[in-house]
């Protein structure tokens, strides 16, 4: 289940593999998960393969895949990956990879990557302080997807003005309050053709001939999923309101441009201190699918069979 292989130019790769699907870690640069497919199958991450197989440059390399940064975005986002990484085993399908501590920003990034039953991925990033003071930054998760594709984001429950509700529903307060918020960027073209709303979700297509587009929002449902062909990847991660996030309070973010297409999630913002440590969970599930999930009542059936975490 777990083993080492030459992949994408890169001589030392982890290797997980479950039934169905597999997962590649790179061990020369990283952390980062290079692949998530079935068996055989396209690769649902990006991979710029101008950038796959090199190590130690000196400058930061998106190169695609999974990659672990910190949030707010600063100068420390953009600290390399680009060196050797440790791993050690934790289980059959399981295992930790270790980043050497930044002497620019004093932190130690450690990615845990599990495959678990019925093809579930659990993805954790640990953010360490090994410096001697506080940390102002929280894990950041990126899912590079491969460019083509549409991205699919649960919409509340929709309803009527309470001034129109039908006779004998009686309107609560938080009824006349707003129940979503979006966060938009200066380069963010709500009109460019790439959004679409409907009933029950915000859609959020690639474009290979238009300019960066980024979009960030409050997902309480805590899931986000990207259909590019015939397969659906899904993330899951978690939104507590009581807690203050970065970039205005958002969670998740989308970003594409000509040639990628991301999909983050964001731990909410706090003070960490010396010595200590701050966690962020993903779960990833990959699904096969024939239908086009831009139609909303093929959406709607898709995602209520999809797994509850």
């Known amino acids: ?44 991450f990006a991979e710029l393969s101008e950038q796959l197989g090199g190590c130690d440059e000196k400058e930061w390399m998106i190169r695609g895949g999974h990659r672990f940064w910190t949030a707010p975005e600063a100068d420390h ?32 990034k450690t990615l845990r990557v599990e495959l ?19 940390l102002e930054m929280t894990p950041w998760a990126l899912s590079v997807m491969a ?42 073209n709500l009109g460019d053709g790439r959004y679409l709303f409907s009933k029950h979700f915000l859609r959020m297509s690639y474009a290979a001939n238009l300019p960066a587009t980024k979009l960030g929002l409050k997902l309480p449902s805590g899931w986000i999923a990207y259909q590019n062909g015939a397969n659906v990847f899904a ?16 969670n998740c973010e989308l970003y594409t441009d000509k040639n990628i ?29 024939a239908t086009d999930l831009r139609d909303e009542q093929a959406a709607l059936d898709f995602f209520a069979a999809l797994p509850k975490i």
Not at 7 to 25: A, D, F, H, Q
Not at 116 to 134: F, G, W
Not at 243 to 250: I, N, R
């Open 1 to 44: 289940m777990i083993e080492e292989i030459a992949y994408g130019g890169w001589k030392r790769n982890l290797r997980l593999r479950g039934e169905s699907t597999e997962l590649v870690i790179t061990l020369d640069v990283g952390p980062r998960v290079i692949r998530y497919a079935t068996h055989g199958g396209a690769n649902v």
């Open 147 to 188: 460019p083509g594709g549409t991205a699919l984001i649960p919409q509340p429950f929709l309803d009527l003005h309470p001034g129109e509700f039908p006779e004998g529903r009686e309107a609560k307060p938080e009824e006349f309050l707003p129940n979503r918020e979006l966060v938009l960027w200066p380069f963010t």
């Open 116 to 134: 678990l039953e019925n093809e579930l991925v659990r993805i954790t990033h640990l953010l360490a302080n090994a410096s001697q003071a506080p």
């Open 77 to 108: 986002s953009y600290e390399l990956d680009n060196s050797p990484v440790t791993w050690k085993k934790l289980g059959d399908t399981s295992v930790e990879i270790i980043q050497p501590a930044s002497a620019s920003f004093g932190f130690q």
């Open 261 to 289: 297409f991301e999909l983050e999630s964001l731990a909410n913002l706090q003070s960490l201190p010396v010595g200590g440590v701050r966690e962020h969970i993903e779960h990833w599930s990959l699904h096969p699918i």
């Open 235 to 250: 993330k899951y991660f978690t939104y507590n309101p009581a807690l203050t996030y970065p970039d205005h309070g958002a």
